[in-house]
């Protein structure tokens, strides 16, 4: 089953607005990680958030964690158009285990 | 500059008809993954390899193949490709830790 459920599934902002993406997960982490994939495009990591962390800021990014709640949002201030794509987000068990990914938000920023 | 260098971009091929997709990483990372991208369904691990000779199964492993004989290369192999596989592939490595996926850009296969 997927972990690192995204929610919404679509969002659509008008530029200069703010954007909150949510995930959850099931299981315990090591870590929970934020992507970004421009339609056909390879995935960018944007941000790791370690377990034993709350929040995490990265330029426009900001990301929290709530581990009692296994829960995770990403939001990005002051949208762009530029910020238009599909994120993801993905829970690391830690050690080799494979990161999961969740099906993603897809963000659209209409100038 | 870290890359992680897929090929080809785009393939289209018939049934049947054995296929490679080649992935190169040049930041010596132990670990690397394929991954398989469906609409709806997100990304699916196919196989991943935690160093030279070490493969192990993902989620949906079926119909593929992999080989990890150096450490920057990971072939993906389909040895009879069906249209079930039709999808975008990625190939992506990470360091041990606390870090991020590197991906490469991709390969549309579409089987016929």
């Known amino acids: 089953s997927q972990q690192g459920e995204e929610d919404p599934q679509a969002l659509s902002i008008q530029e200069g607005e703010n954007a909150t993406m949510n995930c959850s997960y099931k299981?315990?982490?090591?870590?929970l990680q934020w992507y970004r994939q421009n339609s056909g495009r390879g995935l960018v990591h944007l941000i790791l958030i370690r377990s034993n962390e709350r929040e995490k800021h990265s330029g426009r990014l900001r990301v929290t964690l709530d581990t009692s709640k296994k829960s995770s949002s990403l939001l990005i201030t002051a949208s762009r158009a530029a910020d238009t794509a599909s994120y993801f987000c993905a829970k690391d068990s830690g050690g080799y285990q494979k990161v999961t990914f969740g099906i993603g938000t897809k963000l659209q920023v209409i100038p | 500059e870290a890359q992680v260098t897929q090929n080809p971009r785009y393939l289209i091929t018939v049934t049947g008809k054995k296929l490679t997709v080649t992935c190169s990483q040049n930041m010596n990372h132990e670990y690397m993954s394929w991954y398989r991208q469906d609409p709806g369904l997100g990304l699916r691990q196919i196989y991943y390899?935690?160093?030279?000779?070490?493969?192990d199964k993902g989620d949906v492993p079926e119909g593929y193949k992999v080989s990890r004989k150096e450490k920057r290369n990971f072939p993906l192999i389909l040895e009879s490709p069906s249209p079930n596989q039709t999808s975008l592939y990625f190939c992506?490595?990470?360091?041990?830790?606390?870090?991020?996926?590197?991906f490469g850009s991709g390969t549309r296969l579409t089987v016929v």
């Open positions: 299981t315990s982490i090591n870590n």
């Open positions: 390899s935690m160093n030279v000779e070490v493969t």
């Open positions: 992506a490595t990470r360091g041990m830790g606390n870090y991020g996926y590197t």
